[in-house]
Nanobody, 118 residues
Framework: VQLVESGGGSVQPGGSLRLSCAAS???????????WAWYLQAPGKQRELVAE???????NYADSVKGRFRIEKDSARKRVYLQMDSLKPEDTGVYYC??????????WGQGTQVTVSS
């Protein structure tokens, strides 16, 4: 099983990006009951939770992104998305996808770089 992130890039403040995390090789019985999350590791800082979605599709967001970011999952495609709007320079960093499986197995993707700068 691999988690492969994509969709990062450079954008001006106020812009939008949509990150995607593809769960390659993961079976539906693991994907569906998992908790999925996106983390941000800003330059010089520790990795921090940005957004998560539970098996029951309950979402949780960091205060800094509430109202701007939205996490979604597509069970048919086995993908998890992070829609990021109204981006700010402080949203810059590497975004990681995290899977916590139904038996507490944890997997991370390799990360995708997001740079917000004018």
């Amino acid at each position: 099983v691999q988690l492969v992130e994509s969709g990062g890039g450079s954008v001006q403040p106020g812009g939008s990006l949509r990150l995607s995390c593809a769960a390659s090789g993961m079976i539906t019985s693991v994907f569906n009951p998992s908790t999925w999350a996106w983390y941000l590791q800003a330059p010089g800082k520790q990795r921090e939770l940005v957004a998560e979605i539970t098996r029951g599709s309950i979402t949780n967001y960091a205060d800094s992104v509430k109202g701007r970011f939205r996490i979604e999952k597509d069970s048919a495609r086995k993908r998890v998305y992070l829609q990021m709007d109204s981006l700010k320079p402080e949203d810059t960093g590497v975004y990681y996808c995290k899977n916590t499986g139904p038996y507490a197995t944890i997997r991370w993707g390799q990360g995708t770089q997001v740079t917000v700068s004018s």
